[in-house]
């Protein structure tokens, strides 16, 4: 009987076993009877197996389900260009280059930072080998979305296996492998875009079952595997390791023995992990000239409160020998992170806490970063940084579930050879039977249900919406479908630059280029001359307003984009091909309507339900506006392409006199976007940047009047040419007291690109 979750551990040698079916003797039939002919004995068999290993087969089943839902939710993600250059973009380019163009995963978006253009140089990730013949199959950001969602999922077949060979019924393994399969937390790792951290779960929970139940070698490779995820894996395998050598050595001095099997096991887990870690270093070197980022300090700006230029291995005791510091640090949003602690135990039922030391040490050590860290994507989900912790966490769940049921045994049916039976044994053995494990049950489905009201991604607005996720099942709008189509007309092989949004969908090329908004720079590299740089190598430059305003403004305000003509326009979406001068082969007139409530009204106007119309409600003065007075302003048009536009009032205008009554303006607010330089020049820098509006001009404009007193309903319209980078938006002005005003809407069409 195991006593203690922390007593399990590999045999010594696998023990010959009689398969025998629930309930079923173990003993051999001496006569066996001749079989049947023809198809019933394989089919006979077939049954029998799947019977055998239905559990299994469910478990299959279960992963082939997450993996065709949430692959599909993920892809309506890229399709409806809720993904980024940062990550989804990089690793598609990486891996489409290295599968059909030879290169060592070459990817454009660091080379500002002198990367050479690797991803292992940015992540010792070998793994990415392993995944180009599953990509070749349907390359593209949509085949790698499926292939992370297959392989979180995965994770929950070691666990499967785990929860049986621990002893634990069918049943409850299943419930295990459900309870990870449709965690929240499990959900969020692989909800942001492409990361190599969505394998830790699948390899680490592999890596822990072999520890426990295979051979020499085959723990050996799964290992490696779980290591060659990324590179900060390897300090929480090695502490894996080492809190086993600790547990076997405090063992010895308390009498008890392991096998030689666990100590060589665990002694390769210990020299294999920091070997790991010198053969990443190493690479780091050939590949890029320089260090992994999260070997050194590519993360500090995760740590800037509790001190400067900290990597990972420093952060702990920097801690320790600056208290005041680490508090400070603690308490940054110590709410929030409070939270993450709660809902990353809790969507397991807390089970993992009374599983062994040793799968609770590397969770806790993560942990201790993330407390101590002012990096939020560190500590919410939706990112993929829980991958570190979870599968530790995961994995002690069945072992939690032991250590329950042994106590639930400990405290069962009472020896009659002790006392006499009482008349309330009947409801203690009652209470063994079915209360406490319906009660285990019930509590690990409330906690996946509670958790997943608190931070699932699939909920448009969970308890703890954190900022920075969008959360909810996206919807693949018109504009979407828009942009899409303008991309088919980007050859397959032609240079593009384009922003982070829109990026992914043209990454399958290694002339694809983003606009370097978070890139770090070499010293003496400007961010106009690396922007600049991806223009002179691109044929194409893709902006969208709508779907990525921040990247297509900066785009525009600092690319030298003579040269260029449009291809294509339409909804805020411009084409420009280097060489064209021919007008667009593809134009859709912008077309927009606003109602007179959806302006906003001053202290001489309000909106005015009782006046409404097809558009909503109206926008309707006050009673006597002075002459002068401002009555309306807005909506604030970002991103409006160049072209010629009309813009028509539909308004109703009451006057006491005659004359000109009302005036409609088109106006124009200047953006101004200031580039601020973080660092100095002469050494590696990065950029950031002000948004702001200046002071507003008049377009154009139009008034209404009339040649005698009364009320006037009209449609005035204002004709306008539009070709800078301003904030669009409209204003109405009151030319004579005693007026009153109803607008009723306002719509903007373009009438030539």
Not at 137 to 148: E, K, T, Y
Not at 171 to 178: E, F, I, Y
Not at 493 to 500: F, K, L
Request: glycine residues 8%; aromatic residues 14%; contains cysteine.
């Amino acid at each position: 009987m195991v006593t203690t979750a922390d007593a399990i551990s590999p045999p010594s040698a696998p023990a010959p076993t009689i398969a025998v079916e629930p309930g079923g003797d173990a003993r051999a039939d001496t006569h066996p009877a001749k079989p049947p002919r023809g198809l019933t004995v394989p089919l006979s068999r077939l049954v029998q197996a799947t019977l055998r290993h239905r559990g299994l087969l469910l478990v299959l089943l279960a992963v082939a389900v997450y993996t065709v839902a949430v692959g599909w939710i993920l892809s309506l993600r890229y399709w409806a260009f809720q993904t980024y250059a940062w990550d989804l973009g990089n690793y598609n380019q990486g891996l489409f280059t290295a599968t059909f163009q030879h290169r060592l995963f070459y990817y454009t978006a660091d080379l500002p930072s002198g990367n050479i253009g690797s991803l292992l140089a940015a992540h010792f990730s070998p793994i990415l080998f392993l995944l180009i013949p599953f990509y070749a199959i349907d390359p593209g950001p949509s085949a790698l979305l499926f292939i992370q969602t297959a392989a979180l999922a995965a994770g929950a077949l070691p666990l499967y296996l785990l929860s049986r060979r621990l002893g634990l019924p069918d049943g409850w393994s299943l419930l295990v492998a459900g309870a990870y399969l449709v965690s929240p937390v499990l959900m969020g790792v692989g909800w942001y875009d492409f990361h190599p951290e969505a394998f830790i779960p699948a390899t680490v929970l592999w890596a822990v079952y072999c520890y426990y139940y295979s051979g020499r070698w085959t723990f050996v490779i799964a290992w490696l595997l779980a290591l060659s995820v990324i590179e900060t894996v390897a300090p929480l395998l090695f502490l894996f390791a080492l809190a086993s050598l600790v547990a076997f050595f405090v063992g010895m001095f308390q009498g008890r023995s392991s096998s030689r099997l666990s100590w060589e096991k665990t002694a390769v887990a210990a020299v294999l992990s920091p070997l790991w870690l010198g053969v990443a270093a190493l690479a780091s070197q050939l590949v890029n000239h320089g260090g992994l980022g999260t070997l050194g300090t590519g993360y500090s700006s995760a740590y800037s409160i509790l001190g400067p230029n900290l990597g990972f291995i420093d952060v702990v005791p920097y801690a320790i020998l600056h208290p005041s510091a680490a508090y400070s640090a603690i308490a940054f949003e110590g709410d929030t992170k409070f939270d993450y602690v709660l809902v990353l135990l809790g969507s397991l039922a807390f089970l993992p806490l009374f599983g062994p030391k040793r799968l609770l040490l590397p969770a806790a050590a993560w942990l201790v970063l993330v407390i101590l860290s002012n990096g939020t994507s560190l500590f919410r989900f939706g990112d993929q940084y829980a991958a570190y912790a979870l599968p530790f966490l995961a994995a002690g769940m069945p072992f939690g579930l032991v250590r329950i049921r042994t106590w639930w045994k400990g405290r069962g049916t009472p020896d009659s050879s002790v006392r006499p039976p009482r008349p309330y044994d009947r409801w203690r053995i009652y209470r063994r039977k079915a209360f406490r494990p319906v009660a285990v049950a019930v509590a690990i489905v409330v906690a996946v249900v509670v958790t997943s009201a608190m931070v699932s991604p699939l909920l448009v607005k969970p308890y703890l919406n954190y900022a920075g996720v969008s959360h909810g099942i996206p919807s693949v709008t018109a504009h979407d479908q828009a942009l899409h189509a303008v991309i088919n007309l980007i050859p397959d092989s032609a240079g593009v630059v384009t922003v982070s949004a829109v990026f992914p969908e043209v990454s399958s090329r290694a002339n694809a280029y983003v606009v370097p908004i978070s890139s770090s720079f070499v010293p003496d590299l400007t961010f106009d001359d690396a922007l600049d740089d991806y223009i002179n190598e691109s044929s194409y430059v893709l902006l969208d307003f709508q779907v990525d305003f921040f990247g297509s403004s900066v785009l525009v305000r600092f690319g030298n984009l003579s040269g260029f003509g449009i291809l294509a326009e339409e909804s805020q979406i411009t084409l420009l091909e280097r060489g064209w001068s021919a007008p667009p082969v593809f134009w859709v007139p912008y077309q927009f309507a606003w109602g007179g409530g959806d302006l906003s009204p001053t202290q001489f106007s309000y909106v005015d339900p009782s006046n409404s119309t097809s558009y909503g409600p109206s926008l309707s003065s006050s009673a006597g506006p002075p002459e002068g007075a401002l009555l309306w302003y807005g909506p604030y048009t970002y991103g409006l392409t160049p072209g010629e536009y009309t813009a028509t009032f539909w308004l109703s205008v009451s006057g006491q006199s005659n004359g000109t009554q009302v005036g409609v303006e088109v106006v124009s607010n200047p953006l101004y976007i200031g580039l601020t330089q973080q660092g100095d020049i002469s050494a590696q820098h990065a950029y950031g940047f002000q948004f702001s509006t200046e002071a507003k001009t008049v377009v154009d404009l139009a008034t209404i009047g009339s040649s005698s007193p009364g009320t006037v309903t009209a449609n005035v319209s204002v004709t306008f040419h539009w070709d800078q980078l301003d904030v669009w938006s409209v204003a109405g002005l009151v030319y004579a007291n005693d007026t009153t005003t109803h607008l009723f809407a306002v719509t903007l069409n373009q009438t030539a690109p």
